[in-house]
């Protein structure tokens, strides 16, 4: 057999220790940039699974056009905020409590009010053209602006406002709410008629109108709500809804009180002032009565 003879590069190795040296640092470099690239991998692959999961949200948000307060909600800001939490940190100072049935004039000032607001865009919060709208600010700011009213800043809020109407008679101007996140009235929008409504979706997009036969917001309708106000110069047939006036009966009495008071004082006086004159009266005819019975003889 022939001798068995090492390759080269070993034989190179071997007889010099700083070749050696050197191959091993390569070695060690190697293996460095391989689990570098294991770990690049891994967070590829983890960064696609989480690209994945937001196309998916964002597909479900534009199949179903779910509003900004529904599951997917993608505003960190109102994650944890309830209704009952918005009523407090959004309240006006004061709204006013609607009383009388509105005239088909006034609510559809109101819906139109809103139809000028189209494509602004959405903000959680907002209530003004400037800042963009959420739901119930929309609704709040065309109710501001057509019918003179200040209604409460959260669709939980809104529900207890007006009236009940049933959804087969719903006309333009009504408000329509949907069960989005678990609560009955969770978003609000404004009917336009022909089953279509506007209304401020989610993060994202702008007001804009639905049909409320599509499938989501047929699932999750929840109920309509009539604003039962008129606004002053509206409907000039009727008086704009004032605060009703201070009762004046216990002024009135007390003005009775002290008139009597003030009546009674004279009638006293002259009462007083004629038993004197009687007395005087009674006496001086005594005494003359009495004179002639010491003139006897």
């Excluded at 070749?19 to 696609?48: D, F, I, P, S």
Aim: aromatic share 8%; glycine share 8%; charged share 20%.
């Amino acid at each position: 057999m022939p001798p068995h003879r090492r390759p080269a590069l070993l034989s190179s190795l071997c007889s010099n220790p700083q070749n050696l040296w050197r191959a091993g640092k390569y070695l060690v470099l190697a293996a460095t940039l391989a689990l570098a690239g294991c770990a690049t991998n891994n967070a590829k692959n983890q960064y696609a699974q989480l690209s994945s999961t937001h196309e998916l949200r964002d597909n479900y948000l534009s199949r179903t056009q779910a509003d900004p307060l529904g599951a997917y909600i993608n505003d960190e800001d109102s994650d944890d905020l309830d209704e009952d939490t918005k009523d407090i940190l959004f309240a006006t100072s004061s709204h006013s409590s609607p009383q009388s049935v509105a005239t088909p004039g006034a609510s559809k000032a109101f819906a139109s009010t809103a139809l000028n607001f189209l494509g602004i865009r959405y903000r959680y919060g907002g209530d003004t053209p400037n800042t963009g709208f959420d739901c119930s600010g929309l609704v709040g700011y065309a109710a501001e602006k057509s019918l003179g009213l200040k209604l409460p800043r959260s669709a939980a809020g809104l529900a207890r406002e007006g009236e009940f109407v049933p959804r087969d008679e719903l006309r333009k101007g009504d408000l329509v709410f949907f069960n989005t996140l678990g609560r009955r009235y969770s978003h609000v929008g404004i009917y336009l008629g022909n089953h279509k409504f506007v209304h401020a979706p989610h993060r994202g997009s702008v007001v804009r109108i639905e049909d409320m036969n599509g499938t989501y917001w047929k699932k999750h309708y929840t109920g309509g709500r009539r604003l039962v106000a008129y606004a002053g110069g509206i409907d000039d047939s009727k008086p704009a809804i004032r605060a009703e006036p201070r009762s004046t009966t216990h002024t009135h009495t007390a003005r009775s009180v002290s008139h009597a008071k003030h009546s009674a004082a004279p009638r006293a006086r002259h009462v007083a002032s004629t038993h004197t004159t009687h007395a005087a009266h009674a006496k001086s005819s005594h005494v003359v009565a009495r004179k002639p019975a010491h003139k006897r003889r």
